[in-house]
Structure formats: C-alpha cells, structure tokens
C-alpha cells in the first residue's frame, strides 16, 4: 500500500492496476497463516517453515495476474518453487483459511509415493512436504471481486516417485 500526504490529509492509494487491488498480508495474518501451515508439520514432526519476503513477492505477483485475468486459477508457468493456489468469490476475513482448505485434504490422503493420479491431496502434501523449508504467500482481488490466495514454497514437493516425509 503506497501512503501519499497531501493537502487534504492522508491520501490511500492501494496497489490497483485497472480494478484488480493486490491485499496486503500484515504480520498478523503472516503469523496465522505460518501457524496453519506448521501445525500440519509438527503432527507429523516434521520441521516449521519460515516466512519468505521474496517468496511472498513472487506469490503476491501471481495472485495479481490472476486477478487481472480473472478467468479461475492455473498454476505459473514452470519454475522452481512449489505452489498452491486457493480462489473465492469473496475475500476470506482471515486469508489462513485458505491454507485451512488445503490441510483439509488430508482426510482424504493415504500415506504414499506421489504418482501424477489426481487425488485431491496435492496442496496438503505440498505443505507438509518435508524438504520444504520456506513458504511466502500473496494474495489480490479482481475486478469482480474474486479472492485469489497464493503460497509459493521452497524447495517445492510433490516429486513424481517420492513419499512426501
């Protein structure tokens, strides 16, 4: 969020490119969405994560083009962080929902090698993928008011042949 002082006051201006408004995570929101994130880890036994700014920023870029595109979710092109992505057709009060939504799947998940299948656990085994050490997540609104919600995470998980701890 940029803060201009003018004559008239305190002037906001958020983050807006044509409608889209990137959402600031604030420290608080930071610290609940990590809190979701480790819990699932410590379960398991399996190390914290630690906050990325530079992770946050690349998350926050693609929560953005999302916003602008306003057409769904699809993942970045290919690079070398892991990613999940949550949508809504509203702003979440609390964006750690998001990363709720994701461990939800492990209700369905079944201790196992990842094998391509879509089975619908994907985002909870990225978060609890143990080689994983860092995550940073952005998040935006479109035009229509749509809630994009993305965690990038490095190393990434979800290695073809690999059991996630």
């Known amino acids: 969020m940029i803060k201009i ?4 006051g305190l002037l906001m201006i958020s983050s807006s490119i044509i409608g889209q408004n990137l959402l600031m995570i604030d420290e608080e929101s930071r610290n609940a969405i990590l809190k979701k994130h480790n819990h699932e880890r410590q379960i398991l036994k399996i190390p ?12 926050e870029e693609w929560a953005l083009q999302l916003a602008k595109e306003d057409q769904g979710i699809h993942h970045r092109p290919p690079h070398h962080y892991g990613e999940n992505i949550f949508w809504s057709s509203y702003v979440l009060p609390d964006y750690s929902d998001g990363v709720q939504y994701w461990n939800d799947e ?22 609890i993928w143990k080689r994983t050490e860092k995550v940073g997540c952005g ?7 749509t809630f994009f919600f993305v965690c990038n995470y490095d190393p990434p998980g979800n290695y073809m042949g690999q059991k996630p701890y």
């Open 106 to 127: 492990k209700k369905i998940y079944r201790y196992k090698a990842i094998n391509g299948k879509k089975e619908g656990t994907g985002h909870y085994t990225q978060v």
């Open 139 to 145: 998040c935006a609104q479109s035009a229509t008011g």
């Open 48 to 59: 914290d994560l630690v906050w990325s700014e530079e992770l946050a920023s690349f998350a």
């Open 5 to 8: 002082k003018g004559l008239l």
